[in-house]
């Protein structure tokens, strides 16, 4: 049960860049939605504007049609977890998320709680082509925003799948809390990893928007069961009253559902956010004790102290060995000295 509802409603305002006015997505968005329009020479005239009030956009966001210009591909972010992989990436096709996660840092990382779609999605692919010529390529591509929830206006993970299947040496992890049953949707294909993000009972109630626990790990045995690979993700853990019996009772029912042996790896950490994020978040949910917790500054992140850090991560990972080998456990630690 959700502690306190929020009440939400989805983009009664559209604001399209005059540039991608006549973009195939554009105009397959804008099929689907009744809403008003406005157009704007660029994004950043709506999503920039100083003194928004993040809190109240995200309960109403409005959506902003634009499209991305100049890097498209970033490297990846020193909290992320790069999986081993050498050449780590990440992209945002889109910026915000549909969800309304208390702990999101993207409520400190962008001035805006409105959503915004780029549909240039041809432009990230011809960058990634020209990387590739140089070396395999790990990429995230729905980190600031949950792509899979967007999959009906957007069509964005159909595309990364064709794309993918096409490309031997790209992977591409889909990072999710949605409960999408993707199967029948999507081109099958060993290199595009559907990674759910899975939380126990509380800390679901501070994930306002989002499906269940139970009806993310169903989604999540689905997409097994269509022949993707899957990672689940226990990350950011989140202290609270109760902490090690809700993740057994999690991993309990992910063993019931889908079967840890079939599970391609698991990514365990604890919430961190980057200080300079850390002053916006705190301003959007004022009544969050889970943002309000205080944290420690290491090195410019913010990070649970280091013997509760240690705490949380061991009784998850002690739990989780009982059903999974190590060797399948990633785990984000904080650099403590
Ligand atoms: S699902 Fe992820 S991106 Fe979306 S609000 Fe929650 S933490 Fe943020």
Redesign the pocket.
Known sequence: MKALKRKYDFFSHIYVEEGVKNHPLTKNILKKKDSHLIYIDHYKDVFCRKGQNIASQ?LSPSLIIAKKEGKLIYEGAPVCQSFGNEYFYYTSLIM??????E?????GMYPSGNIVIFVNIEDIFAQIDNILKLHPVYISV?????LL?CESLTGFVEKWCLFASERKDLTVEI????AVDVRGKFKVTDNIIFAF?LSPNTLYAR????PSPLSRIKAASFALEEGFNIRLCFD?LIYFEGFKEEYEALSYSVEENIGFKNIKDISLGTFRISADYMKGLRKAEPYSATVQYPFENKGGVYSYPKAKEEYMLKTVKDILLKYIGEDKIYLWESGYE
């Open positions: 995200k915000n998320c549909v969800y309304d996660c702990y999101c840092y993207l409520k729905s980190y600031d925003c949950d929830a990072r999710t809390k949605s993000t994930e306002h928007n989002t950011p």
